[in-house]
């Protein structure tokens, strides 16, 4: 029983324990994976696009078929939503993927939708960054920890309007293109992000990107996939949020779209 001694309390020690086992369907065979990928880029690049700095696009892809996106200019850091092609109500669960694979995505990895459809929606596949792996500070890259950048925060930290976030960027981009609303948009993958908790206050923390121009990552659609993807105003987060960003470490980013040919 806590009673209310002055003495400093002794907890007893634990060793962790992961509390989540990988389903079979969390877990892909790499040499089947490593194929897929390979036959589907040797098949035909189906649509090409360049997301400017400080905005966002949309696009779509069949079950099947292989993104590249790619660090196109000069460090940056981009923020994804994605949902059914077929039924918007289904889309990625940020929280869900983080406890079947990790806080950071690796190459393998999937992403998963929200309840009750609860399956992959994309497989990870490629990763040029992959060798980073966990730094000194507990650092490491894409992750499904951090929500994205938003105008409503923004005036919380600052007490200023602002329209100028990866919120709005998707918000704008999803309505417009899509016919959306902003309730549509949902936690993100935070790709090139170098991201993490301090070991003392927990508090989540980030790094300037290590991408660099040539960077890629690639994924497989495992659904019909409608994907948003945001060139974070942040840049390359090298800037604390509610601070200035200077407009010269804000970049594009290339995303391509491989179909496997029916040859294959």
Known sequence: MVGTSMEKRIFK??????????????QVDPAEYDNKR??????????????????????????????????CEGS??????????DNIKEHFYSGK????????????????????????????????????????????????VG????????????????????HSSLTKAIVQERGMKEEDVHDVWNIFMCTGFTRDTQQYFCKPSP???????????????????SACPQGDVSVVVGEEVPDEICHPLKVEIFRKSNNN
């Not at 020690?13 to 969390?26: F, G, L, V």
């Not at 994205?148 to 600052?158: G, M, Q």
């Not at 690639?218 to 996939?225: P, R, V």
């Open 211 to 229: 991408a660099r121009k040539g960077d890629y990552l690639e994924f497989i659609a495992e659904i019909n996939l409608l994907i948003a993807l």
């Open 13 to 26: 020690q634990y060793e962790p324990t992961i509390c989540y086992n990988k389903p079979p369907s969390a």
């Open 97 to 144: 993927t983080r406890q079947l694979h990790s806080t950071h995505l690796k190459v393998y990895d999937r992403l998963w939708s929200n309840f009750p459809h609860l399956r992959p929606m994309a497989t990870l596949v490629h990763d040029t960054l992959a060798d980073y792996g966990i730094d000194e500070h507990g650092g490491a890259l894409h992750d499904v």
């Open 38 to 71: 390979l036959e589907t880029l040797s098949g035909e690049i189906v649509e090409t696009l360049i997301v400017p700095k400080r905005t966002a696009r949309t696009w779509t892809m069949q079950a099947g078929d292989l993104c590249r996106i790619t660090v």
């Open 76 to 85: 940056q850091v981009g923020d994804m939503n994605f949902w059914n092609l």
């Open 147 to 166: 929500t994205r950048c938003d105008d409503y925060t923004y005036k919380l930290i600052t007490g200023k309007d602002r329209v100028g976030s990866c």
